[in-house]
């Protein structure tokens, strides 16, 4: 197994992935924004059994922040991160700084249509152009062959999949499951922003999703259900919920049967704190 390295310029990542492809070694790359979890380290597993090497990024990048104090408050720790991949056989950590990734004069946007007007499209401008711009980077400045994305934010997977494909950027997206913890609530680095009252009630939002989900499979009436769900929300101590929405996977359009594949997605407010999940229907 290879140290871990960690490399904070472009120039020494570049020098490092010429070697790696001159000899012809599939790169994979796991793009985060640190403060990583089981979830994150599973993305990292899944890429080892597909890749020779492996690059994982930790970049918090302001681009994708619409709120200032989320970009200050967002957790960052570094070295726990690093500890945490060090026995996992990763071979660089690549942690650019903002001069790095956005120079003095840079003022490129990449930008989607479609698949960006809705659900955290629709709640954080600018978003998904943040995060559009920084992975078209991550992926041309790591190299990568193969990336690996948690379908947690299945909607930014579904994005990122259509950008390298738009672009020819020749990365091949995989999408891995939600991992979660023992009470259900998918794994997010911004849980740690929960308080330890405000950890017990956020699996509400999850059970709340099950029971709307079974509901439908069960071939239940999706608007009575939905009202049910959001009322419960609100008693379980959610302030606010940005959306709770039945989409189709492909093109991420509402629904409320499940005549085409769908999934439930929801965001909403818990102390402060945006969880957001999505399940198959
Ligand atoms: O999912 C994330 O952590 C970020 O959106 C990503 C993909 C690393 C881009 O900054």
């Avoid at 070694?25 to 599973?42: K, Q, Y």
């Avoid at 680095?189 to 439908?216: F, Y």
């Amino acid at each position: 197994m290879s140290a871990l390295r960690i490399v904070r310029t472009l120039s020494e990542l570049r020098e490092i992935t010429r070697a790696w492809k001159m000899a012809g070694e599939v790169i994979g790359v796991v793009p985060t924004m640190g403060a990583l979890h089981d979830g994150h380290l599973s993305l990292v597993h899944r890429a080892k059994e597909e890749c020779a090497r492996i690059i994982v990024t930790i970049f918090v990048n302001p681009k994708q922040f619409n709120n200032p104090d989320d970009l200050k408050n967002y957790p960052r720790t570094e070295v726990e991160d690093a500890a945490k991949l060090a026995p996992l056989g990763v071979d660089v950590v690549y942690v650019p700084d903002g001069e790095q990734m956005y120079p003095n004069g840079f003022c490129t946007n990449i930008s989607l249509s479609g698949l960006t007007d809705v659900l955290c499209g629709a709640h954080r401008a600018g978003h998904f152009d943040g995060v559009a711009t920084v992975v078209t980077k991550l992926f041309t400045q790591t190299s990568a062959d193969r990336a690996f994305f948690g379908e947690k934010d299945f909607q930014q997977l579904q994005i990122v999949t259509r950008l390298s494909l738009d672009l020819d950027l020749g990365v091949t997206v995989v999408g891995c499951p939600t991992i979660r913890e023992e009470d259900g609530l998918a794994m997010s680095s911004r849980n740690l922003l929960l308080s330890d009252r405000t950890r017990v009630w956020a699996p509400r939002l999850i059970e709340e999703m099950e029971k709307l989900a079974a509901t439908m499979r069960a071939g239940g009436d999706y608007e009575a259900a939905h009202a049910e769900a959001l009322a419960a929300l609100k008693t379980a101590g959610f302030t606010e919920v940005d959306y709770f929405e039945m989409r189709a996977v492909d093109d991420l359009s509402l629904v409320t049967d499940v005549k085409r594949p769908a999934r439930l997605f929801a965001a909403a407010w818990l102390g402060g704190v945006r969880l957001i999940d999505n399940i198959a229907v």
